[in-house]
C-alpha cells in the first residue's frame, strides 16, 4: 500500500481528477461553448476541490497514521495549478501546513507568482 502514497502515482491521481473535473464541468456548465474563459472557470471548479479534499486528507492521515502520506510537492503542485483559495480555505480551516516554514514560504510564492500572472493578463486583455 506504501506505492499508493508515492509522489509518482499522487501526482497522477491528482491531475487526473482534475482533468476529469473540468471536462465534467466544461460538459454540463458551459453549453459546450469553446472559450478559454469557459475552459478557465470550468478549470478552476475542477481543481479547488480537490485541492480542498487533498488537503483535508493530509491533515486526517498525519492524525491518525505514521505512515502514508501526501507528499508536500503533490500539495503545492495542486496549489499551483490554480488550487491555491482552496489550499488556504483549508490551511485555515483544517490548521494544516501552518506552522512548517518552508511549506507556507513556498505556498506563498506560488500565490505571489499566480498573482502577478493574473495581474500581466489583466494589463494585456484590457489595456494590450
Known sequence: MRWFFSVRTQLILALTLCISGCVAGWWFLTNHHHTWLHWL?????????????????????????????????????????????????AMWLFRHKTIKTS?????????????????????????G
Do not use: C, M
Not at 475542477?46 to 486528507?57: H, K, R, W
Not at 500565490?111 to 500572472?117: D, G, I, R
Open 41 to 89: 472557470a470550468s478549470w478552476l471548479l475542477a481543481v479547488n476541490p480537490i485541492t480542498f479534499a487533498y488537503y483535508g486528507l493530509d491533515k486526517w492521515l498525519a492524525s491518525r497514521f505514521v505512515i502514508g502520506r501526501i507528499p508536500e510537492i503533490v500539495l503545492h503542485t495542486l496549489s499551483a495549478i490554480g488550487g491555491s483559495p482552496a489550499a488556504l480555505l
Open 103 to 127: 511549506f507556507r514560504v513556498l505556498y506563498w510564492s506560488i500565490v505571489v507568482l499566480q498573482t502577478a500572472l493574473l495581474l500581466y493578463l489583466v494589463k494585456l486583455l484590457w489595456w
